[in-house]
């Protein structure tokens, strides 16, 4: 082996875009692979929007019908929030959907003691589903407040790509726990889609098959219908008749109930469970919830402008970005939960919050000691928390106020949430006034693109159509 050059020794250069992106954020793709790519999306985020109907319409007494009526009510703002995100919000290609920060709160306040006395399970999921309604709109117009009036902005623009390591790569990695779970419950399906998706999209599209739009561009596709034609054969053939019945739940292919429970045309429309109803101990948890949305939400799109060959998104188009979330109450993160995919997906998001390191100096012990300390607490407490539950059913705090012991554990909860604030607050007071912290932490290298004036392709990327940015600038 030859010796190393001198010059080869050189450290990578940090890149503000990603190389190697076909299709970035201002050149889209045929139409053929738009449609194709684009309904692989909407199977991916179906997922996620099906497990929080499954979750949660059961609780509140609904059944078959009403599970479904959900999952399409999701689905029909989840469509209208994208299009307004991709248009008029942060602009960046990600879908909204059902987030599972919300299913917490939620559980809190379908197991409520007020809502017993009601016998029928109709009845109840109606009224329950007012209650949330409630608790959401008020949420949502907070969440709304803090984006709109650029709240939300101050906190981006001092964050600096050292905090933003930990909670973008915990925005991902802080849902671990669903991954290979959620796979186990069905091992003999979730592990050969898991084992698909990895020769597909890694193996087959840069080996055997280089450049083959079916497994380069529609691989999530390819191992979906795949492995779900697999598990229809396996439940004709009778290979879950003896299971338990918790088994036959998640491999079974016919135990969803929403084909035959849902209608063939139906439009959703505003209050079509009856009026809100609005309880303070309610919202207050909802309100929780939405400011841990928003900082997952943040980690997430923070992500996506590294997928999508887009320059760091300027603060106020983040909070522009996080205003329209509450428009629709329907999503925080571009969600992608088919238990094995979900796996890969976000393990990809962590390699981009990761990415972020390439600005910050590594070889400085105020940036091993944020890094160690919010990624190792940023796990850890929330792994406390969720133990705790398990075992004693309710959370570390347990006060004689319901609504805020489940504020304070939706907070801890949230590996996102934690880190967020554990690394925000060191890097923001730890020696902060030295001036080699400055470009140690990597600031200067997203002050440039916190204004249009200042870097011609955040404008490229971030102007709203029509001219209206004249009237939302960017500072």
Known sequence: MAPVKAEELVAFTPKEQYDGVDYCITSPPPWLTTVLVAFQHYLVMLGTTVIVATILVPLMGGGHVEKAIVVQTILFLAGINTLIQVHVGTRLPAVMGASLT???PSVAIILSPRFLVIIDPFERFVYTMRCLQGALIIAGVVQ?????????????????PLAAVPFVTLSALGLFYFAFPGVAKCIEVGLPALILLLLFAEYAAHFFARGSFLFGRCSVLVTVLIVWIYAEILTAAGAYNERSHVTQFSCRADRSGLIHGAPWVRFPYPFQWGY?????????????????SMIESTG???AVTRYAGATFCPPSVLARGIGLLALTRVGSRRVIKISALFMIFFSLFAAAGLSFLQYCNLNTLRTKFILSISLFLGLSIPQYFREYEVFYVFGPVHTHSPAFNVIVNVIFSSPATVAAILAYLLDCTHTYWDGPVWKDRGFHWWEKFKDYRHDPRSEEFYSL???FSKYFPSF
């Open 300 to 302: 997430t799109l923070m």
């Open 465 to 467: 159509p029509y001219g």
């Open 144 to 160: 709304a407040v803090f984006g709109f009036f650029g709240i939300w902005r101050i906190f981006i623009r001092f964050l600096s």
């Open 102 to 104: 919300y299913i917490y």
């Open 276 to 292: 809100p109803i609005f309880y303070a101990d309610d919202i207050f948890v909802m309100i929780v919830a939405s400011f841990v």
